[in-house]
């Protein structure tokens, strides 16, 4: 990311830095970086400062050839020499914004791949505890045109093999699972009407999700192909000259990483939710008929999947705290010039945290699936 960001040239380095750089990258030589000690402004200078003296050969580096050792020994058995830097060098690789951004990318990377997955194990909660798919119907979510909402919604119905379900002939086109329940309800005056909001509003809920994650990419792609150093030279002017502004302010990245922590959170804390549905043993006596916490065998000497649940809902309690935003904290720094933070790296960190929390969390939910499957 230090090398797109030098790339264009506005940040005052000599392209045999670059070169360097590029071949310690591509000899994957790791300097040690210490995940705390930034706030976010000016740029995520501490970190970033780490990163540079690896390639300058002091501090610990790492590389598949040598394992962890001194940066001067690891770069040689690379064959690889230190950087040597010159004027206005040293800020632009110190001052910017990269590490924020490099643990958002994959902080949202990972939050997309979960949300999409919750979808799919969404479909699977109406499927095991026989839904009424009719509250996914596409023209119910025409009127609320979100597209997150739609996209979600379009998904379930595909997934259930629901996209015909407003038809006569619905039961055909239903999945098994939906299908039995048709049947059962086929001139019955019992029809189930609706559900839980935990699945009726899968849709509202994950939908938001999606259009979360959606726009913070739309942040962090401008931001890891901007200039965000200082100061910068502007080449781009009849006479070039430097210019000192704040593009290193981490706000961007920081506030939009604190909502796809807040965002994702919430796929954890609807499916935890679900998870309440499949064990709690008076909702899923009616109308599966499965034992309370899917005991198997003697209850007393076997607790089935209770405990997975206290997994799950120990996951979501600390997403709550660790939901709450860090780019409304600022502290002055710098005696006093660097009079406003964005606490940005601490909101990647902890974005990152989150959605691990979530992976695990839908991990869980998934085993209740394939359990209930099997019975099913």
Not at 64 to 87: I, M, R, Y
Not at 130 to 153: I, T, W
Request: aromatic residues 6%; contains cysteine.
């Amino acid at each position: 990311m230090q090398f797109v960001i030098n790339y264009y040239n506005y940040s005052g380095i000599r392209h045999e830095t670059m070169e360097k750089m590029v071949q310690a990258l591509n000899a994957d030589c790791l300097p040690y970086i210490p995940e705390k000690g930034s706030v976010g402004a000016s740029g995520d200078l501490a970190p970033l400062s780490h990163l540079a003296l690896g390639l300058m050969g002091q501090g610990e580096m790492w590389s598949p050839k040598t394992g962890w050792g001194p940066a001067n020994e690891v770069l040689k058995a690379n064959n690889l020499t230190v950087l040597e830097l010159e004027a206005k060098e040293g800020l632009a690789l110190n001052n910017g914004t990269q590490v924020i951004t490099a643990l958002g990318a994959e902080a949202l990377y990972r939050a997309e791949m979960i949300a999409k997955q919750a979808d799919v194990v969404a479909a699977l909660t109406a499927e095991v505890l026989e839904g009424v798919p009719e509250q996914f119907s596409k023209d119910v979510h025409d009127v609320r045109p979100h597209p997150g909402q739609k996209l979600a919604a379009s998904r379930l119905r595909h997934l259930m093999h629901a996209s015909n379900l407003h038809l006569p002939d619905a039961g055909k086109f239903a999945s098994e699972i939906i299908k039995s329940r048709l049947d059962r309800e086929s001139g019955s005056k019992s029809k189930k009407v609706q559900d839980v909001y935990s699945i009726r509003c899968i849709p509202q809920v994950h939908g938001v999700v999606h259009e979360t994650i959606a726009f913070v990419k739309h942040i962090l792609t401008t931001e890891i192909n901007s200039v965000t150093d200082n100061p910068m030279v502007m080449i781009n002017r009849e006479t070039p000259e430097t210019a000192s502004a704040g593009n290193f302010h981490g706000e961007y990245p920081g506030k939009s990483l604190d909502q796809i922590a807040i965002a994702i959170h919430e796929i954890a804390n609807i499916s935890e939710r679900r998870i309440e549905r499949l064990v709690h043993p008076d909702y899923i006596k009616e109308p599966i008929d499965f034992p309370g916490f899917l005991v198997g065998g003697q209850e007393g000497l076997n607790n089935g999947f209770m405990i997975l649940q206290y997994t799950a809902a120990a996951l979501v309690s600390e997403n709550k705290v660790l939901t709450h935003p860090s780019t409304v904290d600022s502290i002055t720094t710098s005696g006093g010039t660097e009079d406003h933070v964005s606490m940005g790296t601490y909101a990647a960190r902890k974005a990152l945290t989150v959605v691990e929390n979530v992976e695990h969390g839908i991990s869980v939910l998934m085993m209740y699936y394939t359990i209930m499957l099997w019975y099913s």
